[in-house]
């Protein structure tokens, strides 16, 4: 009788655990549903999960940790320019493909796809716009297309926003991200290169303002060229910043390099980059830079003084 009992005890424990394991299993494969489903979002650094939109509402940056979540390139024209001010320019200069590449697969279906599948025509978007009610021309640069490496269609849009840009005398500011140069365009995409320093010389020369931003990452011709001739550089919290990778460079030394070699705040320390600033707080420092650097008209006046009020009572706000 007794050993009854306790056969039946053991048993409805062992059922409590295997239903346990089971419903376990089902809330982790919920889990994994939501998160392909796009509805959660699980941290790359820290394993948190966090609602999507709450990670959209705060720009992208994981609310535990503060990692900076890629962006495309439209949600980061969002994120800068006042609604409704956005004007795009150039969008029907398309890539071509002069030296007909072909890696695994040829360049021109390589393009075709990329275009279809993010709808975008090339690696960058560059326009007209406004930030807090002050006028700039920007260009932000997307990583989904073939890595934003600079081919001949992403150096001439640039190189024609910033011609833009010292016509109206606008301030310009680059989002950067690249892989660097586009290989599959050989020649044509290095030159790029003196062709964008070319057109931003000229913007210098009539003492106009350019701000680069290095995100994640900020790469070869890219780093070497337009991401790092800014009156002011700015970049995100621990961006990969440089000219060559990591593996090159320790081969070529043949030495260990130190594990926060090519962060945003390795390049602060050493001078290349002027602040580090978080993504949540980007739209304000630029308009704050930008408005103390414009000339002291009394337009100028007056809109410091809006958004001098606009951060104020925002911080007001916050306190
Ligand atoms: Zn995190």
């Keep these: 009788m007794a050993n009854n009992e306790e056969s039946r005890g053991l048993k409805s424990l062992l059922d409590w655990f295997a239903n346990r394991r089971k419903s376990g299993s089902i809330i982790q494969e919920r889990q994994e549903r939501e998160i392909a489903d796009g509805l959660w979002h699980k941290c790359s650094e820290c394993s948190v999960l966090t609602y999507t939109k709450d990670l959209k509402a705060n720009q992208m940056v994981c609310v535990e940790c503060g990692h900076h979540n890629r962006v495309d390139s439209d949600e980061r024209i969002r994120q800068?320019?006042?609604?409704?001010?956005?004007?795009?320019?150039?969008?029907?200069?398309?890539?071509?493909?002069?030296?007909?590449?072909?890696d695994r697969k040829p360049y021109i279906d390589r393009l075709r796809e990329m275009q279809e599948k993010i709808g975008l025509v090339e690696a960058v978007q560059t326009g007209l716009g406004q930030i807090n009610g002050l006028p700039i021309a920007l260009g932000v640069m997307d990583f989904r297309f073939i890595g934003a490496s600079m081919g001949s269609v992403v150096g001439e849009k640039l190189t024609r926003l910033i011609e833009q840009a010292t016509q109206r005398r606008y301030p310009?500011?680059?989002?950067?991200?690249?892989?660097?140069?586009?290989?599959?365009?050989?020649?044509?995409?290095?030159?790029?290169?003196?062709?964008?320093?070319?057109?931003?010389?000229?913007?210098?020369?009539?003492?106009?303002?350019?701000?680069?931003?290095?995100?994640?990452?900020?790469?070869?011709?890219?780093?070497?060229?337009?991401?790092?001739?800014?009156?002011?550089?700015l970049a995100e919290p621990k961006a990969t910043i440089g000219f060559a990778g990591r593996r090159v460079i320790e081969q070529t030394l043949r030495e260990k390099l130190p594990e926060d070699?090519?962060?945003?705040?390795?390049?602060?320390?050493?001078?290349?980059?002027?602040?580090?600033?978080?993504?949540?707080?980007?739209?304000?420092?630029?308009?704050?830079?930008?408005?103390?650097?414009?000339?002291?008209?009394?337009?100028?006046?007056?809109?410091?003084?809006?958004?001098?009020t606009r951060a104020l009572s925002s911080s007001a706000v916050d306190a």
């Excluded at 409704?84 to 002069?98: A, G, I, N, Q, V």
């Excluded at 586009?182 to 020369?205: D, F, P, T, Y």
């Design 261 to 308: 070699f090519q962060t945003a705040e390795d390049l602060l320390k050493h001078g290349f980059v002027d602040e580090i600033v978080p993504r949540t707080q980007l739209k304000q420092t630029l308009t704050q830079l930008i408005a103390l650097h414009q000339q002291p008209t009394l337009n100028t006046t007056h809109s410091m003084v809006m958004w001098e």
């Design 80 to 102: 800068l320019t006042d609604a409704k001010t956005w004007s795009p320019m150039d969008e029907h200069l398309r890539p071509t493909d002069p030296l007909q590449f072909r």
């Design 172 to 233: 310009v500011v680059i989002i950067c991200t690249s892989g660097g140069a586009r290989m599959q365009e050989g020649m044509l995409s290095l030159m790029q290169m003196a062709k964008v320093s070319a057109a931003l010389q000229l913007h210098r020369e009539a003492r106009l303002l350019y701000i680069p931003v290095l995100t994640n990452p900020t790469t070869g011709g890219v780093t070497a060229s337009f991401a790092m001739l800014g009156d002011i550089i």
